[in-house]
Structure formats: structure tokens, C-alpha cells
């Protein structure tokens, strides 16, 4: 998966969802700020934000098997003195603040959704970006299928479709309010600032 990423990112680059974030945060300046980011897999977004003026970047991801990869396309970037890349869980970890803090694809990963958002806007000193399924029944109804197909297939991962009032309210309750709201045919895309 994590080849099949790379391969992705080096001949189309982001992803329209991802390409919305980033736009996002960039439109709001990201000068020298620091990005901590939860599940960047290959480290795209991240990426793409330190070559748009971004100072340092975190990412928090579960997964070992992207790391090299993500090494890989640090290195050809030339950005890898700028990046930590860390294994662990964002939200029972302890991983420090950022100004800019980004969560694509991972919120419906994620069974406790007052957990990870929670941890995220408490760690987003000035802006969060956040991507996660549209709450649409034809995606509930999917969903329910991979993790049909997960069960039988005796895997733990589960795929969620959360209420969308709770990832947002996860944000507002801790200080953050809501400048973006885009949906697409499957993904939305919530951007807040801090103030």
C-alpha cells in the first residue's frame, strides 16, 4: 500500500481532498509553522506544506510500514532534516503542540472520535484541517461491508463512518471554530482556526 502511495503521489501528487487542505492552510499562511500530522502515511500533506513555507513538521502514524517509503521521498525532497516521523498513537502518546495540526483519512479509522479530534484541537495552536467521510447512508452502508469482509477475514481494522456533529463538536469544544466546511461525494473537509 505504501509503494502503491508513493507511486500515486509521484505522477498525480495529492488527491483532491488533500489538495483542499493544503490549500486551506496554505491560503491562511503557513510561513514557518510547525505541522504535526496523525496518520500521514507517506507524508504527502506534510510535504506539500513544508514546500509551501511550513518550518517543521511531526507525523504520528500506527503503521510501521510506511516509513521507508516516507524516507524515501524526504530524501528526494531534501526535507528530511525537517521531519520526525514517529510510530505510536496520536492520541494516547505524548506528542506536543502544533501550530498546524492535519488529520486526512484517518478520522474513520479511528473508533474514538471524541479521542483523536479532541487530542488534535488541543494540540492545534492556530489552525486545524481534518478530511473523514461524508455521513451519507450509500458510504454507511459500504462501510458496513469492509467491515463485514474484515470480520470474516479475522482483522481487527475497522472503518467508521462518525456523525459529523461530533468530529466537529470534538474541535469546538476545545477552543477552535469552524472557517471551512467543503463536501464531496464521499470525503468532507472541516477547517478550523484557533481565536
Not at 54 to 79: D, F, I, K, M, T
Not at 95 to 107: F, M
Not at 142 to 148: R, V, W
Request: contains cysteine; proline residues 3%; charged residues 30%.
Amino acid at each position: 500500500m505504501a509503494r502503491r502511495d508513493v507511486r500515486r503521489y509521484r505522477s498525480k501528487g495529492l488527491d483532491k481532498t488533500a489538495r483542499r487542505m493544503v490549500e486551506f492552510l496554505a491560503g491562511r499562511g503557513v510561513k514557518g509553522a510547525s505541522v504535526l500530522e496523525a496518520g500521514g502515511g507517506i507524508g504527502a500533506l506534510e510535504l506539500e506544506l513544508l514546500k509551501a513555507g511550513a518550518g517543521r513538521s511531526v507525523n504520528v502514524e500506527l503503521s510501521p510500514a510506511y516509513e521507508e517509503e516516507a524516507q524515501e521521498l524526504l530524501r528526494e525532497a531534501g526535507l528530511e532534516d525537517r521531519v520526525e516521523r514517529r510510530i505510536g498513537d496520536f492520541v494516547r502518546d505524548d506528542v506536543g503542540p502544533a501550530d498546524i495540526v492535519v488529520l486526512h483519512r484517518v478520522v474513520c479509522c479511528y473508533p474514538d472520535v471524541e479521542g483523536l479530534v479532541g487530542a488534535a484541537a488541543e494540540r492545534a495552536r492556530e489552525a486545524l484541517a481534518l478530511s473523514f467521510p461524508k455521513e451519507a447512508w450509500y458510504l454507511k452502508a459500504g462501510f458496513a461491508l469492509i467491515n463485514l469482509a474484515q470480520r470474516l477475514r479475522r482483522r481487527e481494522f475497522r472503518a467508521y463512518v462518525h456523525p459529523v456533529a461530533a468530529i466537529l463538536g470534538a474541535a469546538e469544544r476545545r477552543g477552535l471554530h469552524p472557517v471551512l466546511d467543503h463536501r464531496g461525494l464521499v470525503w468532507q473537509v472541516a477547517g478550523f482556526e484557533r481565536g
